[in-house]
């Protein structure tokens, strides 16, 4: 049984930082990355990673986030610097395969960013 597992997030003042991870079990994604969701808007795509540690990133969080994976541990992090309140959101773990894209997801994990 595939299960996603995200940890962190919570509140932060503009400008802070806060740090997210996933762990995966059940099977081994060849891409896992992060989406977030902010009140009345669409889930849209932060940042994607595949096994070779190619990188992907919305123009929004470039140079700010930083994602990384460990693949003995089948775990996404998300490394969030300078935040901004338009951050605010309730952010999801995401794992597939490079061919089919994301099959799986997260339960989400509410990141607010205070002004």
């Known amino acids: 049984q595939v299960q996603l597992v995200e940890s962190g997030g919570g509140l932060v003042q503009a400008g802070g930082s806060l740090s997210l991870s996933c762990a995966a079990s059940?099977?081994?994604?060849?891409?896992m990355g992060w989406y977030r969701q902010a009140p009345g808007k669409q889930r849209e795509l932060v940042a994607t990673?595949?096994?070779?540690?190619?990188?992907n990133y919305a123009d929004s969080v470039k140079g700010r986030f930083t994602i990384s994976r460990d693949n003995a541990k089948n775990t996404v992090y998300l490394q969030m610097n300078s935040l901004k309140p338009e951050d605010t959101a309730v952010y999801y773990c995401?794992?597939?395969?490079?061919?089919?894209?994301?099959?799986?997801w997260g339960k989400g994990t509410l990141v607010t960013v205070s002004s």
């Open positions: 995401a794992a597939g395969s490079i061919l089919r894209g994301i099959d799986y």
């Open positions: 059940g099977r081994i994604f060849s891409i």
């Open positions: 990673i595949t096994s070779v540690g190619s990188t």
